[in-house]
Each structure stands twice: as structure tokens, then as C-alpha cells.
């Protein structure tokens, strides 16, 4: 699907680029100075890049919602779901209580490996109420199970602490499941698709496309209301597809 809508805005982007579009000045979130911003490719999802950091739109989208919403982030505790680039950085670097984690199948959960935190994102070990923040980027694609996902999130978030995420929404499609697993086996129901994975080269098998019914399925299994940030400003080179970041926070009750 995501190489589809590639090809659909490539003879756009290689028109401006003919007008000597090649990228812009701007400020980035994650560097948090001016900086230069440079288009690399006809796909500004992950070609368009801060000269410096080298991060992308999605990363400096929802740096740009955490610091909004929570500008002493630098003091909360937060954990990041699989982590990688130079946002994860960035928080590892400035924020004293910031926990990675990543899921190894064949690692005991809640224990060191590898220098993370082994923990599967839908059976969590750590205590209720553990955090002020979660961070997921382009994780929600590649659970099985999301619903547990969400639960576990929210349970493991201290009252007005968020779930503050990106995830690839097709807003105008219905949900397409790709493939589940059900009574331990894996099923494929369409073509198989991996995304890159940090730490494993054979990538993350795609287990759903989520479409329109996503933020009412998150506020369902949530229990908690989600908010859509849609930022599309070069200025803080921000623009492309799937630049949405949600926001579900758990409200003091």
C-alpha cells in the first residue's frame, strides 16, 4: 500500500524538484535550532531529512507535540517503545528517566538485553502507574494484538500522563488486517510486508493497516479520549504522508 501512494506523488515531487525545490530552512524540533532541511527522494516520509540529525518529518511531528504538550519533558519519566534514530537519541541523551525497551522473543521479559529492557508492548511486567510518557513510533502496525497493546499502556501511565505515538493511518480506508496470529499460529491473509526493524534485519512483519476506525478502536480500548495532531509546516519540516500524531492521555479520575 505505502509503495502505491509512492508512485502517486512522485511525478508531483519530481516537478518541483525540477524548479529547484530541493529542500528548505527551517527550524527542527529535535535539534532544537535553525537548520537546513533536504529532500532526498519523491517519498517525504522518510526523505526528507534534517541536514544535522538526520531525522524525519514523523520524528520531529512528535517531538514537536511532546514538547508542546509537556514542555519540562526533560523531568518526566518516560519509556519508549522500539526505539531507533535520532529522536530516541534525544531523549536518551537529555531525559534522566527515559527507559527503551525493545521485545526479544527468546530473551526473559523485564530483564537487560542487549542494553534494553526486554518487554513485549502487550504483556508489560512493569508496575501500574510507572510512567508520565509513552512513545511509540510506527510500533501500533506490528502488534498482533493492539488492544492489549493500549491496555497495557494505559495501566502502566500515572494519571495525566499520554500515549503519544505515530502510527500509518489510512483516514479514508477501512482497517485492512494483513495478517493475525490465532491459537499461536501466524495466518497471512494478504501479501506479506516488513518494515524496517532496528534490531533485527529480516524487519517487522505488518499485521494491520490502520484506517478510519482507528481512533474510535483506541478510545474504545483505551478508555481514555484520543487527540489527532496533523502539522504540515516546512518551516518545521514537517510534510509528507502519515505525519499524524496521536495523543491519548490517561485523565486523572
Known sequence: MISR?????????????????????????????PVYFEIEGPWLRDQYRCVNCKSI????????????????????????????GPLSDKLARECPE???????????????HGGFRCEDLMAQTFKDGSFDLVITSDVFEHLPDVRLAVGEIMRTLRPGGAHIFTVPWYRTKKT????????????HLEKPDYHGNPIDENGSLVFTEWGVELPFLLQQW???????????????????????VFVQQKSYR
Open 222 to 244: 483505551g478508555q481514555f479520549p484520543v487527540i489527532i495532531h496533523t502539522i504540515r509546516d516546512r518551516a518545521l519540516g514537517i510534510d509528507g504522508e502519515f505525519r499524524e
Open 176 to 187: 485492512l488486517i494483513r495478517a493475525l496470529v490465532k491459537d499461536g499460529v501466524l495466518q
Open 57 to 84: 518529518p514523523r520524528w520531529r511531528a512528535l517531538m514537536s507535540v511532546v514538547a508542546e504538550l509537556y514542555p519540562r519533558w526533560r523531568e518526566l519519566k518516560i519509556h519508549e517503545s522500539s526505539p531507533g
Open 98 to 112: 527515559y527507559l527503551p525497551s525493545h521485545f526479544f522473543p527468546d530473551a526473559p521479559r523485564g530483564q537487560i
Open 5 to 33: 501512494i509512492k508512485r502517486k506523488i512522485s511525478g508531483t515531487l519530481q516537478a518541483l524538484r525540477g524548479k529547484g525545490n530541493h529542500g528548505n530552512h527551517g527550524y527542527c524540533s529535535i535539534c532544537e535550532h
